[in-house]
């Protein structure tokens, strides 16, 4: 389907600006060029350039997912805060005392050890969540105008990033509290973040064109993400799952994000290199896959919504 870009709608509303002032030339003497518009068959491109040229819109969105999400709450954007303490200091009562779930190693206090895999978690839940109903909320924009709809979910990323930059900074305090100094791989940090984001976005485009031809998707994701809690080492370390299973535990992306933000951080895991090969490529894969199922499906998102 071709569309016209941002250049060529500014060029069209010149030329009628001009014709509207002068008058000079007539509606016989112009020369019309048809424009054919017909859906895409076939392999679609990517055109991930048209997110810079819309990316005013995309921080909009992503602006209007803060306003909207903390908009008439007494606290705010304290949420972000609580949230992850209160839930670490359940996980500590339930997981580390009574349930006896040991840290990875006997040096990190099980309150670190929680706080640090709900880091990634959380921004993996929440863009999975944001970003596989974003479409169906936003029907009435996608049906009265052009825009890449992937502006949409990608909006989610970014207002996702404001929550995980403050939740970051906590755990940073929750570190120096209990006299933790970050590991000498904090370099590799980024490359682990941006395997979270890769999973997110991969995922959060399937659900995203999923939800918006079977709508039972959207009772479906929050299902989705309370097992896959469940399967990643949130709460305890990669080396409770028995030995002959890690292999098809790892294919678990998020095993690899959670066990790299505390190696990275936290300096605990020693076999770095199968734990995190298979979660990458995972993670590589469902981006791909992800962004093409999305394009593909994009020419119909306007009659389905």
Known sequence: ???????????????????????????????????????????????????????????????RDLKVRYKQTTLGIVWVILQPLLMTLVFTIAFGRFGGVPAETRDTPYPVFAFCGLLPWQFFAYVLNNSGNSLVASERLITKIYFPRLVIPMAGVLSGLVDFVITFVILLVLMVTYGILPNETIWLFPAFFALAVACAVGMGLWLAALNIEYRDVRHTIPFLIQLWFFVSPVAYP????????????GLNPMVGVIEGFRWTLLGQGDDVGLRFVFPMLVGVIVLISGLYYFRRMEKDFADLV
Do not use: T
Not at 51 to 63: C, D, P, Q, S, V
Not at 238 to 249: A, C, F, G, K
């Open 238 to 249: 990669l080396r409770v799952v028995p030995e002959q299973w890690r292999w098809l535990y």
């Open 1 to 63: 389907m071709r569309w016209l870009g941002p250049a060529s709608v500014r060029n069209c509303v010149s030329k009628i600006a001009v014709k509207s002032e002068f008058q000079r030339v007539s509606d016989e003497q112009i020369q019309l060029v048809p424009l054919y518009i017909k859906p895409s068959s076939g392999w679609v491109r990517l055109q991930l350039g048209e997110l810079w040229e819309y990316r005013e819109l995309l921080y909009f969105l992503a602006w």
